[in-house]
């Protein structure tokens, strides 16, 4: 390296170079080989592979040159992203040229596919971000599986079922084993099966600390993700999830050490949330650093009355983030807005270390819709909640804030 970088270590420049954007790194890369040298673990640890239609032979050269190991990605790559390996080709049956451009594209994804997974280091890949999609064929997911289940992957996530009904959710425990830490699932569908391959997965994988579970409320045996977990003695330190059951309640009550919880966009009913804050809460809060609470409607789920007596006496001197709601309702001219934010912003002192607040506020569902409409070009609610918290944090000694004066977000 020529000038001022010729005194720095590559991990110094490899540390500079990660706040900048991809494309400011490959300018830099581009200048010297010194730099290209010290830039290519970086610029090329995030492999994702896309076949598209309207790119079809470009991206299929691109996986023939993974395959061949002419590229950095075959030495570099840490996370791999599967964004999508068979395009969709508009009523093939119809059109003779569609219907080789398809069957064309199936052949060199059988040729190809393989190869570039096999080109990748298994000392290096520690990451799988998988979407899966209804134009997949079996011989592709059976590709995908047999090759990626000889690395010992760190991270797993899938997303899949996206629209669908009676799917099948494949075999993804064959990525399962003592290096998974982190497993992420989303499912958007409805699979015509049990959730058997999650459950083999979480029982070959005794080191897992990070589970994230979304899915639709109704998908049935569910509950049996939370059995597994306490039977197979899985102590997760992060979870996040939208479905909540007394079985979940039951596993985090059965250890200690949780440190971030996520619940999104909660289903679940009062007295479930009744649960979590007189059990689950308490029981976890010495360890707790993170804890993000956001229930789709009004009700118990929110921070109030009904649990910040909690809230006070749980030992929560380590959480460092905290989001919250606050039930809005227009209709009592904002009274119990205004006491849940007196009542929050007197407890914030017995959180020590929070750094982050974040406060959004449900939407009672009985409202029409004409009803919150008119509530909102009546009123500047989005304004109330941060005017009151700036106001609590630089009080004026001429004039002491209102609680009435606050409202973060709307959270429909």
Known sequence: ???????????????????????????????????????????????????????????????????????????????????????????????????????????????????????????KLQSVRWVGSSYERPSVVEILLDTLAKFQLRDVAYTFGAGLRNFSIPAVDRLSGPSLKGFQVIILGRPRDRLDPIHRLLHRSPNLTTLSLLTPPDIPYLEEIWRCLQSTSIHLAELTTNYVSIQLHDYLTSYTGLQRIVLSVVHASHDMADVFFQRVLPHQSASLVELRLSPRDAGHWSFGGHNVNIFRVSSLSRLETLEITLDWTPRDSYRQLDNDLARLLNMLPRLPALRTLTIECTIDSSLSSQELSNYLSEDGTETRVMSALLAAENPQPTKQPKPSEVCSGLHA
């Open 1 to 123: 390296m020529s000038g001022p970088l010729s005194s720095l270590s590559v991990e110094l420049v490899q540390e500079i170079a990660a706040y900048l954007d991809t494309h400011d790194q490959a300018a830099v890369r581009a200048t010297c080989s010194a730099l290209s040298a010290a830039l290519d673990p970086l610029l090329f640890s995030a492999l994702t592979l896309n076949i598209r239609n309207e790119s079809l032979e470009q991206d299929l050269s691109r996986l023939r040159a993974l395959g061949d190991g002419t590229t950095p990605y075959s030495h570099y790559a840490r996370d791999l992203h599967i964004k999508q390996l068979t395009p969709y080709f508009w009523n093939p049956k119809q059109d003779p040229n569609i219907a080789d451009r398809e069957a064309y594209c199936h052949s060199q994804l059988d040729e190809l596919l393989k190869p570039a997974l096999e080109s990748l280091r298994v000392d």
